[in-house]
């Protein structure tokens, strides 16, 4: 069984500040972890995701995460945030051999100018 | 290269009528999946496709929900009858295969609101 669990429904920064979103996991085997973001009326696109090489994943947009399997986290961050990355973000957990994704509830994030 | 599309974009129909909601995914993936997205929660599989095969239906809800994927192409996900319950974004993904570390490509998405 897996789960996630995002900590924050709504995240609000300024312009400029950094951004944390929080992602915690739960799997039976060694997980493969995923951050999708969702603009109003639109699909989801992938930000990044860990598929157990470095530690340390690097996305699109300036966006990185950290996987840390001893606090079961996989954070989102980035350093400077910009009005246009203001969406809502998904956290998903895939532990399995077909691909299934189990998604947090999700985060949206606003940013003031 | 094209992305997944789907259609219709909107769709409101009236509880206990039918809907049907279309996807193409990205040419050449072999793994395609539905998912159910209601508002304020992240998307749950429904169905999920390997070829033409099924390979998880254990969330689709089955004296409602159908889908089939003809010829390992397209897909068609039907509701009879809806219920106020299945108003929801059905969003549509592939994937090249089914690997747990594949990415998984969405399409726009179908809202769907049952009155």
Known sequence: ?113 | EAGVAQSPRYKIIEKRQSVAFWCNPISGHATLYWYQQILGQGPKLLIQFQNNGVVDDSQLPKDRFSAERLKGVDSTLKIQPAKLEDSAVYLCASSLTSGGQDTQYFGPGTRLTVL
């Open chain 1, 1 to 113: 069984a897996q789960s996630v669990t995002q900590l924050g429904s709504h995240v609000s920064v300024s312009e400029g500040a950094l951004v944390l979103l929080r992602c915690n996991y739960s799997s039976s085997v060694p997980p493969y972890l995923f951050w999708y973001v969702q603009y109003p009326n639109q699909g989801l696109q992938l930000l990044l995701k860990y598929t157990s090489a470095a530690t340390l994943v690097k996305g699109i947009n300036g966006f990185e995460a950290e996987f840390k399997k001893s606090e079961t986290s996989f954070h989102l961050t980035k350093p400077s945030a910009h009005m246009s990355d203001a969406a809502e973000y998904f956290c998903a957990v895939s532990g399995t051999s077909y691909g299934k994704l189990t998604f947090g509830q999700g985060t949206i994030l606003t940013v003031h100018p």
